[in-house]
């Protein structure tokens, strides 16, 4: 079992950054694709950033392209997302999420365990 805490989020202004974190549980970390998902208000959940369990083979989607980067530190057993010129339509509750197997996906339903969420809201 793998359990997952994001944190980082918060208030800011149009054009800020933050950088979400999500800790993970469990010795299978390095193994695991990872991936960011995100939630707005009376929306589905949509995919964010993805990666491989050895870091590399980064996907995002394309309204976060050029401004989030997904990264992780498997020594630290937690993958970040670092988002810069946020935009008032980033507001949402932010996921992580892990699947046992290497690679990323865009699709939710193929991730093992989530976590929380965080909330991020960005005010213009």
């Known amino acids: 079992q793998v359990q997952l805490v994001e944190s980082g989020g918060g208030l800011v202004q149009a054009g800020g950054s933050l950088r979400l974190s999500c800790a993970a549980s469990?010795?299978?970390?390095?193994?695991?694709?990872m991936g960011w998902f995100r939630q707005a208000p009376g929306k589905e959940r949509e995919f964010v950033a993805h990666i491989r369990s050895s870091g590399g083979d980064r996907k995002y989607a394309e309204s976060v392209e050029g401004r989030f980067t997904i990264s992780r530190d498997n020594t630290k057993n937690t993958v970040y997302l670092q988002m810069i010129m946020l935009k008032p339509e980033d507001t949402a509750v932010y996921y992580c999420a892990a699947r046992r197997w290497p690679a990323g996906t865009f699709q939710s339903h193929s991730y093992d365990y989530w976590g929380q969420g965080t909330q991020v809201t960005v005010s213009s």
């Open positions: 469990g010795r299978s970390f390095a193994n695991y694709g």
